[in-house]
């Protein structure tokens, strides 16, 4: 079973950039971040961003041309770019497969907070 590690959260003022990462060890299938906001149980996680194995990416409309998500295959990992941070991105972000077919269970997250 997968195991995802995710890390590179902190404190982002508004406008700023922060870049998440997620170690995926040898999955090869698409993946996806996720996002519970505060407040919100593990159930409602949103799912923001997701790239395929060949690279192609979807965004939720929300962070549409301000993250950008990426996936480097000779180090196992996806990423998760967040500019021009906007106070509604805060959260605790996870990473998952795309599918839920091939999802396991989740990791720790890592916390996103935005200050004004």
């Known amino acids: 079973q997968a195991q995802w590690v995710e890390s590179g959260g902190g404190l982002v003022q508004v406008g700023g950039s922060l870049r998440l990462a997620c170690a995926i060890g040898?999955?090869?299938?698409?993946m996806s971040w996720f996002r519970q906001a505060p407040g919100k149980d593990r159930d409602d996680r949103e799912e923001?961003?997701?790239?395929?194995?060949?690279?192609?990416?979807w965004y939720e409309d929300s962070v549409k041309g301000r993250f950008s998500i990426s996936r480097d295959k000779a180090k196992n990992m996806v990423y998760l770019q967040m500019d021009n941070v906007k106070p509604e991105d805060a959260g605790v972000y996870y990473c998952?497969?795309?599918?839920?077919?091939?999802?396991?269970?989740w990791g720790q997250g890592t916390q996103v907070a935005v200050s004004s």
């Open positions: 998952n497969a795309e599918e839920r077919i091939w999802r396991s269970a």
């Open positions: 040898t999955f090869n299938r698409a």
């Open positions: 923001v961003a997701s790239i395929n194995w060949s690279g192609i990416p």
